[in-house]
């Protein structure tokens, strides 16, 4: 898109001027690019989502002097301290401008910021989907043998999301035989996470899965800002 399309009334800034500077996430570089400008006035900035499937959320904490802000999101301007939140979804922009109030006078900014890219899901089998062709696999074994039970874990969305499934179908003289009934219980040492779908402070769950059957299991963060981890020990059996 180009960049006069969204100044705002801004005033219009050479696009060459710009140089991308791609943001990472999680170790991850994105096609979120995050720039500025020094401008005789002051500062400009231009943020742009250019992925296809991410959201991405972020709030920025400014302390400026000499300077007041004008954002092209509607009723966002301001002067001293001052936090903005900017929310792009795929193929959205936003400029900030940061304007000189008096030019006799010594001007400036410091700035801390948070934000996540959040990946846009069109329901639980695009979720499934992605965690089982991105995740790390586990392959149950069972007495020696691989079986057709499996997990998947994907950290996505602020959560470590565990795809479990039993693939069995008809027998197979490579697998162990009785693997009809996959009967599991799982339990976890949990720093700032939580379980989804279970009660405050639950650490373990159980789980059965039918020959074709498939489950999804949230570990979610509980404050996105710290740091977050989880252990996993398991038991299971196959009943015919």
């Known amino acids: 898109m180009a960049l006069k ?20 996430y999680q170790g991850e570089i994105k096609d979120i690019i995050f720039n500025n400008l020094m401008l005789g006035d ?9 992925t296809t499937s991410l959201s991405f959320e972020s709030t920025f904490k400014f302390e400026m002097t000499n300077l007041t802000v004008i954002s092209s999101l509607k009723g966002k301007n301001g002067s001293g301290t001052c936090d ?14 940061f304007v000189l109030i008096d030019p006799t006078v010594a001007w400036g900014y410091k700035y801390s910021y948070s934000y996540k890219c959040m990946e846009i899901l069109r329901g639980e089998d695009h979720l499934m989907e992605l965690v089982k062709s991105q995740g790390e696999v586990k392959v149950f074994n069972y007495q020696g ?10 950290f996505i969305n602020e959560s470590y999301v565990f795809l479990f499934e039993n693939s069995r179908l008809m027998p197979d003289n490579n697998l162990t035989p009785n693997t009809d009934l996959f009967k599991g219980t799982f339990n976890f040492t949990l720093d700032n996470i939580k379980i989804e779908g279970e009660a ?6 159980k789980l059965e899965l039918k020959p074709g059957d498939r489950a999804l299991k949230k570990l979610t963060r ?11 020990s398991f038991s299971y ?4």
Do not use: H, M
Not at 42 to 47: A, N
Not at 237 to 240: G, K, Q, S, T, Y
């Open 222 to 232: 509980i404050d996105n800002g710290a740091k977050s981890r989880y252990k996993l």
């Open 237 to 240: 059996c196959f009943i015919e």
């Open 42 to 50: 002051g500062y400009i900035w231009l943020l742009e989502n250019r």
């Open 200 to 205: 405050p402070g639950t650490t373990t769950f």
């Open 5 to 24: 399309k969204l100044t705002d009334g801004l005033g219009i800034v050479p696009e060459k001027d710009f140089k991308n500077q791609p943001i990472k």
């Open 84 to 97: 903005i939140n900017v929310d792009l979804k795929p193929g959205e922009s936003r400029i900030l401008r």
């Open 145 to 154: 043998k691989d079986t057709p039970a499996k997990y998947w874990v994907l």
